[in-house]
């Protein structure tokens, strides 16, 4: 497929999918059985009278999607970890670190988008997500310093059962000897949160181990605050969007204050995700922030390594 492809967007580096042509497309057609076929010739044509959306057609989309991966199964045999600091705003001290999952495959890093678009895409997408969490465990916490926090990701949408789904997890917290309230686990949703009383008992699941839990991208549109009234995390992080380049006139501030002011109404601490400057740094600080976390502080590496001389010095010259 190499002469006659495309890079797919967040691919790694050399995998390729298909032009639709109409040879193509009547092969990729051909692996279907006559009632998939009947069904995917039946999709919306993208103008009226015109052919079939082929990409529009899930079944045929996740098809090519498998046939553009096939490094994924060896490559989440070889999952890593790189490690990126928050910093709790009070101290200037690391309070933990969040936990990003890399495929380490032929040479390369393969990041979490591709990924997990690839577990989807080969139906594993509730595997690769229990994976990720217990080697995230297993491969970072054992490095970080007392009194550190680790903030593992997962996505709700594929625990169907926290009872059962969540067992894995906590076995694999045992096997290091991990300090549960010293674990955070963090909702992370490209789309809308399922069930809300289903991820209630996932959060109260996690607690009830002594875990912490945290929502991730509030003021994205996916987090709302009936969602931090209703699940009280003991972490609410701000999205990126609300902090990439905010400044002191920027209109966003207003928004970022009601935000905190009422994430701490409620108990909930506030992590303010994607700083990158100094002048957002001390703004945020100035907002009430309780962390933050982005490239000015720290970017992600293998192994734990504190916060940036850049920002380590604020609090050194206060």
């Given at each position: 497929?190499?002469?006659?492809?495309?890079?797919?967007?967040?691919?790694?580096?050399?995998v390729?999918?298909?032009?639709l042509?109409?040879?193509?497309?009547?092969?990729?057609?051909?692996?279907?059985?006559?009632?998939?076929?009947?069904?995917?010739?039946?999709?919306?044509?993208?103008?009226?009278?015109?052919?079939?959306?082929?990409?529009?057609?899930?079944?045929?989309?996740?098809?090519?999607?498998?046939l553009?991966?096939p490094?994924?199964?060896?490559?989440?045999e070889?999952?890593?970890?790189h490690?990126?600091?928050?910093?709790?705003?009070?101290s200037?001290?690391?309070?933990?670190?969040?936990?990003?999952?890399?495929?380490?495959?032929?040479?390369?890093?393969?990041?979490a988008?591709?990924?997990?678009?690839?577990?989807?895409?080969?139906?594993q997408?509730?595997?690769?997500?229990?994976?990720?969490?217990?080697?995230?465990?297993?491969?970072?916490?054992?490095h970080?310093?007392?009194?550190?926090?680790?903030?593992?990701?997962?996505?709700?949408?594929?625990?169907?059962?926290?009872d059962?789904?969540?067992?894995?997890?906590f076995?694999?917290?045992?096997?290091?000897?991990?300090?549960?309230?010293?674990?955070?686990?963090?909702?992370?949703?490209?789309?809308?949160?399922?069930d809300?009383?289903?991820?209630q008992?996932?959060?109260?699941?996690?607690?009830?181990?002594?875990?912490?839990?945290?929502l991730?991208?509030?003021?994205?549109?996916?987090?709302?605050?009936?969602?931090?009234d209703?699940?009280?995390?003991?972490?609410?992080?701000l999205?990126?969007a609300?902090?990439?380049?905010?400044?002191?006139?920027?209109?966003?501030?207003?928004?970022?204050?009601a935000?905190?002011?009422?994430?701490?109404?409620?108990?909930?601490?506030?992590?303010?995700?994607?700083?990158?400057?100094?002048?957002?740094?001390?703004?945020?600080?100035?907002?009430?922030?309780?962390?933050?976390?982005?490239?000015?502080?720290?970017?992600?590496?293998?192994?734990?390594g504190?916060?940036?001389?850049?920002?380590?010095?604020?609090?050194?010259?206060?």
């Amino acid at each position: 497929m190499r002469d006659q492809g495309i890079p797919h967007q967040d691919s790694p580096a050399g995998v390729f999918l298909p032009h639709l042509d109409a040879d193509i497309l009547a092969a990729l057609l051909g692996a279907f059985t006559p009632t998939e076929r009947a069904e995917l010739l039946a999709a919306p044509a993208t103008t009226p009278g015109g052919p079939p959306d082929a990409w529009q057609a899930s079944p045929l989309e996740r098809w090519a999607q498998q046939l553009g991966t096939p490094w994924f199964f060896p490559a989440a045999e070889q999952l890593r970890f790189h490690l990126q600091p928050i910093a709790d705003l009070c101290s200037g001290q690391v309070y933990g670190y969040e936990a990003l999952v890399r495929a380490d495959w032929q040479g390369d890093l393969i990041g979490a988008g591709p990924l997990l678009q690839a577990a989807a895409a080969h139906g594993q997408a509730r595997a690769f997500d229990a994976l990720a969490r217990r080697g995230a465990i297993r491969q970072a916490y054992p490095h970080l310093k007392p009194g550190e926090v680790l903030f593992i990701n997962f996505a709700p949408g594929v625990i169907y059962n926290p009872d059962v789904c969540l067992q894995t997890t906590f076995q694999a917290c045992r096997e290091v000897g991990a300090d549960f309230s010293r674990l955070l686990f963090e909702v992370t949703e490209s789309e809308a949160f399922p069930d809300l009383n289903l991820l209630q008992r996932i959060l109260e699941r996690y607690r009830a181990e002594g875990a912490q839990v945290a929502l991730d991208d509030l003021g994205a549109g996916h987090t709302s605050l009936s969602f931090l009234d209703m699940l009280r995390p003991d972490i609410v992080k701000l999205d990126r969007a609300l902090i990439s380049g905010v400044r002191d006139d920027d209109p966003r501030v207003l928004l970022i204050q009601a935000l905190i002011r009422y994430a701490h109404d409620l108990g909930i601490r506030v992590v303010a995700e994607g700083v990158e400057t100094e002048s957002e740094l001390r703004l945020l600080r100035e907002l009430g922030a309780d962390y933050a976390q982005g490239y000015f502080l720290g970017r992600p590496a293998p192994v734990p390594g504190g916060l940036s001389a850049q920002s380590a010095g604020l609090w050194n010259s206060a």
